[in-house]
């Protein structure tokens, strides 16, 4: 554990804070698993695996309005369904619902293996490759990209809008607005070039045929599921796959027991999104007094469920700091666990398996390039291929 003293008002789990948040966490646990944060207009934070899930159970004290994202995602409007509390969320979800069942994702198997094999192959030519911009990146773009209907051509300007919305939003919010704001008039005029087209099987096509409580959506509710969606689908399983890059290129022993048994990679994934968690937290706002952990936390007060610190506590999960490939009973809080738990998780597990699968079959056994490479985010991953 690195030698340094955390101030509870200073905690954050955005941006260079995620460098030493494992170390964060464990110095948190012990002096207050309640804590509260000066950052981002204050906030309290529940760091027990246990407080988080009863939080998640409990939606009518912890409501996800105004939002969940904090600092916002480059927008005000409340994104659909991430952003809506019951009653009106139920009808909301269900809209997404076919587009995600374990059947519908099995159907994308083919293509999802085509994509991470002919993206493998380019970062197997090379000697030090960025494999975060070869890999991790294009897969979930064009694997989403393709199921919601978002043209081919238009796909190299979504990994731009993405850092400045998600990665500059805490130091540079003007930036994440103006991307966000740009983002908008791309999902207009998506939608408006769709109208009177012959009917095509996407996540378009589902949303402007849906209805909830017996009417058509309205054309700015279109706008913030495809907000919404973009910047969910996307840059959380980008994140997933260069993460578990990240980690095996540090771990030969993985390397090779995962290599020579393919079977044991849907364990491995599960582990890595457990430990390196591409989603660090979301936000509530509370909606009565109440007490979690013995701490008082007043109506409208925001409180972060910091699902990375859950995932690593020691009263869940023997070793919890150890990343165990093969660790049995990994139950994690990676997609959340109450009403708004992810509903791309079936789509985005997968596509971080077949990742794995393609990537380790074609690619000759790889290391770090460069120390002291963050284990977070999207940005280069330097490898080293061949031995
Ligand atoms: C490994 C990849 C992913 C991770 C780790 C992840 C994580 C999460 C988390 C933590 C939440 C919030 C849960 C809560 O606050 O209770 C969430 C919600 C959501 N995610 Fe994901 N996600 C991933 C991939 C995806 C993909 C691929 C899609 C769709 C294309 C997606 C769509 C959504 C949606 C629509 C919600 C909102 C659900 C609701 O409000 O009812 N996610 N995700």
């Known amino acids: 554990m690195m030698d340094k003293i955390v101030d509870p008002k200073d905690f954050d789990y955005h941006g260079p804070a995620l460098d030493t948040v494992f170390e964060t966490y464990q110095e948190l646990r012990g002096k207050c698993p309640v804590g509260h944060s000066e950052k981002h207009g204050g906030f309290w934070f ?24 904090m600092p916002a995602f480059g927008t005000d409007v409340p994104l659909i369904p991430i952003d809506i509390d019951p009653p009106e969320h139920t009808d909301y979800r269900r809209v997404l619902l076919p587009l ?26 090379g000697e030090v490759v960025d494999a975060s911009a070869l890999f991790a990146r294009p897969m979930p773009t064009i694997i989403f990209s393709r199921l919601a209907g978002f043209p081919e051509k238009d796909w190299p300007m979504f990994d731009q809008w993405i850092d400045d919305i998600i990665y500059e939003r805490t130091d540079n919010p003007e930036r994440a607005y103006k991307a966000g704001s740009e983002v908008m008039d791309y999902f207009d005029e998506l939608l408006k070039s769709r109208e009177g087209m012959p009917k095509q099987d996407d996540l378009i096509e589902i949303l402007t045929t849906a209805e909830v409580n017996g009417r058509k959506l309205t054309h700015d509710e279109l706008l913030s599921y495809c907000y919404l969606l973009f910047l969910a689908g996307l840059d959380t399983t980008a994140w997933a796959i260069r993460s578990s890059l990240w980690y095996l290129a540090q771990n030969p022993v993985a390397q090779k027991q995962l290599r020579e048994d393919r079977t044991l990679i849907p364990a491995a994934v599960e582990e890595f999104l457990r430990t390196l968690s591409p989603v660090q937290g979301m936000a509530r706002t509370c ?42 009973n990994n139950r994690h809080l990676a997609f959340g666990a109450g009403i708004h738990r992810c509903l791309g ?18 690619v000759d056994e790889f290391s770090l390039a460069e120390q002291d490479q963050a284990w977070h985010g999207v940005g280069p991953l330097m490898l080293k291929i061949g031995g």
């Open 46 to 69: 529940l760091t027990r695996n246990e407080d988080i899930f009863a939080a998640e159970q409990d939606p009518a004290t912890f409501a996800v309005s105004p939002s969940m994202l």
């Open 345 to 362: 998780s079936n789509l985005g597990r997968q596509e971080v398996v077949v990742a794995l699968e393609e990537f380790l079959g074609v």
């Open 287 to 328: 909606q009565k007094d109440t007490v979690v952990s013995g701490q008082e936390i007043k109506e409208g007060d925001r409180v972060v469920l910091v699902f990375g610190a859950g995932n690593r506590d020691p009263e869940a999960y023997t070793d919890p700091d150890e990343i165990l490939i093969d660790r049995p």
């Open 100 to 125: 995600f069942t374990p059947r519908a994702v099995a159907k994308l198997n083919d293509g999802m293996h085509e994509t991470a094999r002919k993206l493998a192959e380019a970062v197997a030519e």
